[in-house]
C-alpha cells in the first residue's frame, strides 16, 4: 500500500473549523475505491496543526487519487487556510491493514 502522513499547520483563526473546512475534502477521499484510510488528527502539542493519515491501496490508486477533481480543487482551496506548505512522509509498504501494537497486546 501506499502509507501516507502529512503535517497541516492551519491559520489559527482557522483551526478550530479546520475539521468542517476539509470534510468535503475528506469524504470524498475516503469514497475513492483504491482509498484504505483517509482520516485527520489535531495535534495535542499545537492545536493549529493538524496530522493527515492516508492510505491507497498500490501505486495506481494513489495516482487516480492525486488526479480526482475532488483533489484539484482541495488542492487549489486549502492552501489559503494554511500557515505553511504542509510536511508529508510518503512510503510504499507491505499489507492494506493496520497491524497490532503488539508492545501493548490488550
Given at each position: ?20 473546512i ?5 469524504q ?6 483504491g482509498c484504505?484510510w483517509?482520516?485527520?488528527?489535531r495535534?495535542?502539542?499545537d ?10 491501496r ?9 488526479q ?10 486549502l ?28
Open positions: 500500500m501506499i502509507f501516507i502522513t502529512a503535517k497541516f499547520l492551519v491559520k489559527p483563526e482557522h483551526a478550530d473549523a479546520w475539521p468542517e476539509s470534510r468535503e475534502f475528506t470524498a477521499c475516503n469514497a475513492e475505491e484504505l483517509f482520516q485527520w488528527a495535534s495535542v502539542a492545536p493549529d496543526e493538524y496530522v493527515l493519515v492516508e492510505a491507497f498500490d501505486e495506481a490508486a494513489g495516482g487516480a487519487h492525486v480526482s477533481d475532488h483533489f484539484k480543487q482541495a488542492t487549489s482551496e492552501p489559503a487556510y494554511l500557515q505553511a506548505t504542509p510536511k508529508i512522509v510518503n512510503a510504499t509498504v507491505e499489507g492494506t491493514e493496520w497491524s497490532e501494537l503488539g508492545e501493548m497486546a490488550v
